[in-house]
Nanobody, 127 residues
Framework: QVQLVESGGGLVQAGGSLRLSCAAS????????MAWFRQAPGKEREFVAG????????KYADSVKGRFTISRDNAKNTVSLQMNSLKPEDTAVYYC????????????????????WGQGTQVTVSS
């Protein structure tokens, strides 16, 4: 069983920064692409950023390009999301997720392509 646990969320003023972390318990973390999704109240869960298994390639939603950076540390079984220049519209519960295909280098943005999810961490950006 794979477990993903997010941390680092909180309340921040617009223009501020937060760094989210996701710790994975699986033994084959480095074999999977990872991603961050977010879900605002009353909205569908949406793709935010993805990273290939060795961290060589990344993909971002247009709404966060230039502001967010996804990274991973396979030695520590963690994936992070550095969020800068935060806006009120970034307010959401943020989830980390593992892609369902081992060794895949395709960064899917569809929720259906991910098989394990964390419980989420709340990010609230005030204006």
């Amino acid at each position: 069983q794979v477990q993903l646990v997010e941390s680092g969320g909180g309340l921040v003023q617009a223009g501020g920064s937060l760094r989210l972390s996701c710790a994975a318990s699986g033994r084959t973390f480095s074999s999977y692409a990872m991603a961050w999704f977010r879900q605002a109240p009353g909205k569908e869960r949406e793709f935010v950023a993805g990273i290939t298994r060795s961290g060589g390639f990344t993909k971002y939603a247009d709404s966060v390009k230039g502001r967010f950076t996804i990274s991973r540390d396979n030695a520590k079984n963690t994936v992070s999301l550095q969020m800068n220049s935060l806006k009120p519209e970034d307010t959401a519960v943020y989830y980390c997720a593992r892609n369902g295909a081992m060794f895949s280098n395709i960064l899917y943005s569809s929720r259906a392509e991910y098989d394990y999810w964390g419980q989420g961490t709340q990010v609230t950006v005030s204006s």
